[in-house]
């Protein structure tokens, strides 16, 4: 078994306003950059692969918490939010002709206009997660964390999912070369 285990990067100016990243690439906030350099892998981990979207946030989150730079994947990049990056949920949510649809009940197909649906990033996921060769922290965002969570899990975007993703955490998977499975609770980074 290889352990795939993904973290989501630090806060950004967007993240604390509400909006919608998907593939803007939006730098670490200062406090969070701060904030990180304050952490770093938990014991056991400072040896596995160190992989991270090729997203700033998300590369120098790797950077902070593993003190090295980390390989970047293109299929880590955040789930495209199409017309809908830049703007805020609240704001979808209020207005009926935009299409806005929580996650939980988006299932596998549904689609921001002119982005991509879970299904699709499922798709450029599940060739990354093959090419595993050893134990792998892969810095990502919370559109892919969910992907991967959903295939791990069973979940299929229909209602509340079995998890919940917060920050500064490593949340692990098990790849037996055809199926991710969870495993174990999630590990928080540890103080310097």
Not at 116 to 130: G, K, M, T, Y
Not at 134 to 146: L, P
């Amino acid at each position: 078994m290889i352990r795939l285990a993904i973290i989501r990067h630090g806060h950004t100016p967007w993240n604390r306003a509400g909006q919608i990243q998907g593939r803007t690439d939006i730098a670490l906030e200062e406090q969070a950059a701060t904030d990180l350099a304050a952490l770093k892998l938990p014991a056991g981990w400072e040896d596995a692969d160190l992989v991270a979207s090729p997203l700033q946030r998300a590369t120098q989150t790797a950077r902070l918490i593993a003190d090295r730079d980390a390989v970047e994947v293109p299929a880590l990049i955040e789930m495209d939010w199409g017309d809908w990056e830049g703007r805020k949920g609240v704001d979808l949510k209020a207005d009926p002709d935009s299409g806005f649809k929580d996650i939980e009940h988006w299932g596998w197909d549904y689609r921001p206009p002119d982005g991509e649906s879970p299904r699709d990033v499922a798709a450029r996921l599940v060739p990354f997660v093959s090419t595993l060769k050893q134990d792998t922290i892969a810095v990502c965002h919370i559109g892919i964390m969910r992907v991967l969570l959903a295939q791990a899990t069973g979940w299929n975007f229909d209602g509340p999912a079995p998890f919940q993703i917060k920050r500064n955490r490593l949340y692990v998977m098990e790849w037996d070369g055809n199926a991710l499975s969870v495993s174990g609770d999630p590990i928080r980074l540890e103080a310097r």
